[in-house]
């Protein structure tokens, strides 16, 4: 039998992280995708934040993150505030309760992070988050500054 392509493990890798996830997420009514824009939101601190550093974020399209975030409007997690710096952007900040979900959800993505290297040596698993690294930097730019 042909040895597995590692595109599958990696396709079969996300697709686990992201039943796990929105399976946690949903004891707080919430999707995962909701608690990713909350880790991001909550990692960025006081950066001004736009619709536009999501789609970027998590590679999504215009239209997703515009109902992703409408959702998290109406769920009380974000707002949407007309920036000061240019009035046709609205900024996206944290609530009240939003912030009150950041050290739960930087705690479970932490402890998912260490299920993915346990067992792992500590070079082990230096070469695969740079293997990973390596992988999502596939046709994109080289950032200005970078070797």
């Known amino acids: 039998m042909p040895e597995r392509r590692l595109g599958a493990w990696l396709r079969d890798a996300e697709h686990q992280m992201n039943l796990e996830m929105n399976e946690f997420a949903r004891s707080y009514g919430l999707t995962g995708m909701q608690m990713s824009v909350i880790d991001f ?3 960025r601190g006081g950066v001004d934040t736009f619709q536009v550093d999501v ?3 998590f590679h999504v399209q215009r239209s997703t993150a515009s109902v992703l975030i409408k959702r998290m409007v109406e769920h009380g997690l974000v707002t949407r505030v007309v920036a000061t710096s240019d009035s046709r952007k609205r ?3 944290l609530t009240a309760q939003g ?3 950041v050290p739960i959800v930087t705690a479970h993505l ?3 992070d260490a299920l993915m290297v346990a067992g792992l040596t500590t070079q082990e698993a230096v070469a695969f988050r740079h293997a990973l690294e390596n992988v999502t930097r596939w046709g994109k730019a080289p950032e ?3 070797k």
Do not use: C, V, W, Y
């Open 144 to 146: 200005k500054g970078s």
């Open 91 to 93: 900024q996206l900040k």
């Open 55 to 57: 789609e970027r974020e």
């Open 110 to 112: 932490e402890q998912q």
């Open 99 to 101: 912030q009150q979900l």
């Open 41 to 43: 939101l909550g990692r």
